[in-house]
């Protein structure tokens, strides 16, 4: 079979041929100084632990040596080779680089960005090469004689420019989803503040907000579940109704659109039903996550549910105030997290309560923005599968 992709530009039409990476680029293994040498004033290192930024496909070191060892240029193809494997980025800084990363480096530009996106293909197959029990890592053997099936440099290029712009629109969407979060995060905290009010249709000022307990605003009750969590009569994952547990709060103020686990028949008396566009909230694990219902659910322990309210509450503004209420929580909490949260405390949770037909407004311009957050988060997700298509087309 000729060494040619399942997608091609049509004006190109030689077979690849098969190369080892080794023989294409050079490869430097990291090797991490004496952590005494660590400082700010240094060389920016990369270790392992920068993962998270390696998956950001633009890498920062995290801390700074004045003692480098093995060193990468700006430009370099920065891997991960042990725990996990593969995970690529593009290094913006020259660094020193630690164990358990390495730097690829092709001089010429355009062959180097082709093997970048190469790579990025290849991030899940490293689990064959990956070898140990504790740490799954692999040697300088097996990332020199990686296969590669490659094209005429030309070919190289166009498809290296192709997946790149690919990537910058990537990049953009997922800067202004972030650039609107803040917005929306600032603004949140100008209304709550009282620093921005709303007008009556009228033109006129609504009443001042009445400070409130969170007590004397609502009232909510636990979810429940039969124990053992484990046992299988519990859970009809193909018949059984929506169940609702911490993991399935997503970020967005909602459920995700479908729960990770069902509840059978036989469960579903020891739980408690919520009807959807009710108010749920994450009490245990990651504590603070609010939901407004979008389906009906059977609703697990971890979670509180909002059952009534003493004053006229707009749900839609009434999920913004508790949302805030825990990021002010997070702030005064120990390194940022709430370790737990009791019934009776968030019964002492102060908040001020504008009257209704503010609370609509407020809720009615937030909502307007989260929308264009959802709208940019879809066309986000959509450019992501598109790449992801195109790397499992593309390449032999």
Known sequence: MANIPQLRFPEFGDNWEEKKLGNVTSIVMGQSPDSTSYNSNGIGLYLIQGNADIKKRKTLPRVWTDTPTKECKVGDIIMTVRAPVGA?????????????????????????????QFLLSFEKKWVKFEQGSTFTAVNTKDVKSLKLILPPVQEQTKIAA???????????????????????KGLMQKIFSQAIRFK??????????????????????RGSFPQPYGNPEWYDDEDGKPFVQVYDVAGNMRLKSTTKR????????????????????????????????????????????????????????????IYLLFEIEKIKAPGGTIKTITKEALTSFKLDLPCFDEQTKIANFLSSIDSKIEQVGKQLDKSKQFKKALLQQMFV
């Open 88 to 116: 690529v980025a593009k290094s913006i800084h020259n660094a020193c680089i630690g164990r358990g990363v390495c730097a690829i480096r092709n001089n010429q530009h355009s062959v180097s960005n082709y093997i970048y």
């Open 262 to 321: 069902k509840i059978s028949v036989l469960a579903q008396s020891s739980s408690v039903f919520v009807p959807k566009g009710n108010v749920v909230l994450t009490i245990q694990g990651s504590i603070g996550r609010i939901a407004l219902t979008q389906y009906d659910a059977y609703v697990d322990r971890t979670l509180l549910i909002f059952t009534g309210y003493i004053k006229e509450v707009n749900k839609q503004f009434f999920i913004y105030v």
């Open 162 to 184: 192709f997946l790149t712009a690919v990537d910058n629109k990537i990049e953009q969407l997922s800067k202004k989803q972030e650039l609107l979060g803040e917005y929306k």
């Open 200 to 221: 009556a249709d009228d033109g006129g000022d609504y009443p001042d907000w009445e400070e409130l307990k969170l007590g004397e605003v609502a009232r909510f009750r």
